[in-house]
């Protein structure tokens, strides 16, 4: 099992900073895929940004140019930096990390983080 724990989320005032962490632990092989996704009420579950162990990344269109995504290998851990906050970022933003755990079966399993509020207001 793999256990993300985020931190970093609250209340920050429109065209302002938050920095989202989420840290990753348990029992497993390697890491592949981590990244982060919302949810605002009434909505579906989005992906933000994403990056894979070679540190390519992926972006969604809300987020280019004003969020960075990064990760340390070492430490199991991803980041998201969100800058130029606007009302509409408000969500439930999820940690999320595709888990290989066996060297012998290439299959990777889902994991989320339970959830961190950033709330932005206008």
């Known amino acids: 099992q793999v256990q993300l724990v985020e931190s970093g989320g609250g209340l920050v005032q429109a065209g302002g900073s938050l920095r989202l962490s989420c840290a990753a632990s348990?029992?497993?092989?390697?890491?592949?895929?981590m990244g982060w996704y919302r949810q605002a009420p009434g909505k579906q579950r989005e992906l933000v940004a994403d990056?894979?162990?070679?540190?390519?990344?992926n972006y969604a269109d809300s987020a280019q140019d004003r969020f960075t995504i990064s990760r340390d290998n070492a430490k199991n851990t991803v980041s998201l930096q969100m800058n130029s906050l606007k009302p509409e970022d408000t969500a439930v933003y999820y940690c999320?990390?595709?888990?290989?755990?066996?060297?012998?079966?290439?299959?990777?399993?889902?994991?989320w983080g339970q959830g961190t509020q950033v709330t932005v207001s206008s």
């Open positions: 999320y990390a595709a888990v290989r755990h066996s060297v012998l079966n290439t299959r990777q399993n889902a994991y």
């Open positions: 990056i894979a162990s070679g540190r390519s990344t």
């Open positions: 348990g029992t497993f092989f390697s890491i592949n895929v």
